[in-house]
């Protein structure tokens, strides 16, 4: 269902008008501060995620709603102290959005998506209060995996990046040995050091190839729970404990549970 503009103004006017109230007359909202709702607007961002990874359209809704009520919240807690409101916010991203898609408005020629990524790039350098070099923009708190892939889509953007494709496979091999020498010789330090250089190769043949690697490495996390609920589920309906099942009995459950798609 598509609302008319005005519908909508309407819904966002209610929901700041409840924020104002909620602010003066429940006692946890009044005691709330930007430290103590941080790390409710993580959980509610992961939430998010995940309603967005199922393709789960009523949870979307839901928790797009909770990732609101935190942007208000915290609009509301910079107006109490004439910081900012959330006409503020909204005056700073279209401000932002408009400099940032001169292909839009302004004379600048972008066919591509690339370009346009590429653009964004260059102009965040370029603003005032933007990013000071190009890797400043990373947020320190991303997740590893994300953050690496961030890391190397911003290097793409200003031309640090394969000339083909395929040739990162050759980095991949370069890593893989490497980190299989330091196993053999057991040294823990250099060891982690070189399972993180192929993790960083695998994530940048997975952006290099148009796949997310927290999403595809998800996708297996959500596969693996499945198959071994299944193992899990059918053990205990042999009335045994999967501590004392043979690894060829687990096996064949797994493969069980493979065969029927799960």
Known sequence: MT?????QMEAFGHLLDIMDELRVKCPWDKKQTNDSLRPNT???????????????????????????????????IGS???????????DKLCKKLIYR????????EAKTA???????????????????????GVPNALPSVIKAYRIQDKARNVG???????????KVEEEYKEM???IAKDDKNNMEGEFGDFFFSIIN??????????????????????????LEEHTIKQDKNLKDMTLGEMDKLWDEAKGKGL
């Open 3 to 7: 609302h008319t503009k005005e519908e």
């Open 42 to 76: 993580i959980e509610e961002t992961y939430e998010l995620c995940d309603a967005l990874m199922k393709d789960d359209k009523k949870n979307i809704c839901k928790e797009l709603g909770d990732v609101l009520l935190h942007v208000i919240f915290y609009a509301k």
């Open 205 to 230: 043949a997975a952006r290099l190839y148009h796949i997310n690697p927290d999403n595809a490495l998800e996708r297996t996390n959500q596969k693996f729970i499945r198959r071994f609920n299944y």
């Open 101 to 108: 898609h001169p292909h839009i408005y302004d004379n600048v």
């Open 160 to 170: 640090f990046d394969w000339e083909e494709k395929e040739q990162v496979w050759n």
């Open 114 to 136: 690339s370009d346009v990524e590429q653009n964004w790039e260059q102009l965040k350098i370029k603003e005032k209060d933007g990013n000071k070099t190009v890797l400043s």
């Open 80 to 90: 109490e102290t004439n910081d900012f409101d959330i006409k503020d916010v909204c």
């Open 180 to 182: 299989r020498e330091e």
